[in-house]
C-alpha cells in the first residue's frame, strides 16, 4: 500500500464548478498538510499549508483535514480556466526527517 | 525577491556519464532540499542539506549525490548514468527547519534526459 493516494485524472470541468481534490494516506505519523499546484514545465507552488486537523480557507480555496479518516480535501469555488494544472498533496511527519510525502498529483482541466 | 534558481534547464546526457545540477535558493534560505520527479513515481525526495550538511536522505542510491555550500547554494551529482535517470529534478529550498518551516518554494527544475 502507497503511503499516499490520489487519483491522477485528468478531472475535466466547466468554469465556475466546484472542484474537490482528495488525497488518502496510511501513516498516521503525518501532521502537516500541504497542496501544490504545477503548471506544466514549472515547479511546484504552495497553494495551502495545514497543521492538523481541520478546515483552512484561502480565497477560492478550503483545504480540509480528517486525521481520523487518514483524508485530505482541497476544494476550489468559482473555478477559472487558469486553474487548470497538476495538483498535488504533501504530507510530512513531525520532524520533517523523511522531508515532504507526494500524492503523484491530479490533473484538473477547466473547461471554458 | 527572486525566486529558486536551477541550472541547467535542459540536459541530454548518455548512460554512464556523470551529471552535475546547480541550485541557488531564495535569498535568506538555509535549507535546500532535492526531489526527482517522473510520470511513473511522482516526485520522490533525494535528500535535503542544511547549514553544509546533508540532514536527510531518500530512498536513492549512493550514486545520487549532494552538497551544500556556505552561501546556501546546492548541487547534486549523479554518477555512472542510467536510463530510469531521466526526471525533472526538483530544487526547494525553505528558511529552515522544524515547525513552521516546512514550506518550500520549488524552482523550475532540471528535465534530465538519459540516452
Known amino acids: 500500500q502507497k503511503e499516499v493516494e490520489q487519483d491522477p485524472g485528468p478531472l475535466s470541468v466547466p468554469e465556475g464548478a466546484i472542484v474537490s481534490l482528495n488525497c488518502t494516506y496510511s501513516n498516521s505519523a503525518f501532521q502537516y498538510f500541504m497542496w501544490y499546484r504545477q503548471y506544466s514545465r514549472k515547479g511546484p507552488e504552495l497553494l495551502m499549508y495545514?497543521?492538523?486537523?481541520g478546515n483552512k480557507e484561502d480565497g477560492r480555496f478550503t483545504a480540509q483535514v480528517d486525521k481520523s479518516s487518514k483524508y485530505i480535501s482541497l476544494f476550489i469555488r468559482d473555478s477559472q480556466p487558469s486553474d487548470s494544472a497538476t495538483y498535488l498533496c504533501?504530507?510530512?511527519?513531525?520532524?520533517?526527517?523523511?522531508?515532504?510525502?507526494f500524492g503523484k498529483g491530479t490533473h484538473l482541466i477547466i473547461q471554458p | 525577491k527572486a525566486g529558486v534558481t536551477q541550472t541547467p534547464r535542459y540536459l541530454i546526457k548518455t548512460r554512464g556519464q556523470q551529471v552535475t545540477l546547480s541550485c541557488s535558493p531564495i535569498?535568506?534560505?538555509?535549507?535546500v532540499s532535492w526531489y526527482q520527479q517522473t510520470p511513473g513515481q511522482g516526485l520522490q525526495f533525494l535528500f535535503e542539506y542544511f547549514s553544509e550538511t546533508q540532514r536527510n536522505k531518500g530512498n536513492f542510491p549512493g550514486r545520487f549525490s549532494g552538497r551544500q555550500f556556505s552561501n546556501s547554494r546546492s548541487e547534486m551529482n549523479v554518477s555512472t548514468l542510467e536510463l530510469g535517470d531521466s526526471a525533472l529534478y526538483l530544487c526547494?529550498?525553505?528558511w529552515g527547519r522544524g515547525v513552521g518551516n516546512e514550506k518550500l518554494f520549488f524552482g523550475s527544475g532540471t528535465q534530465l534526459s538519459v540516452l
Open positions: 495545514t497543521y492538523s486537523s
Open positions: 535569498s535568506g534560505h538555509r535549507s
Open positions: 504533501a504530507l510530512m511527519a513531525g520532524g520533517g526527517a523523511d522531508g515532504l510525502t
Open positions: 526547494a529550498s525553505s
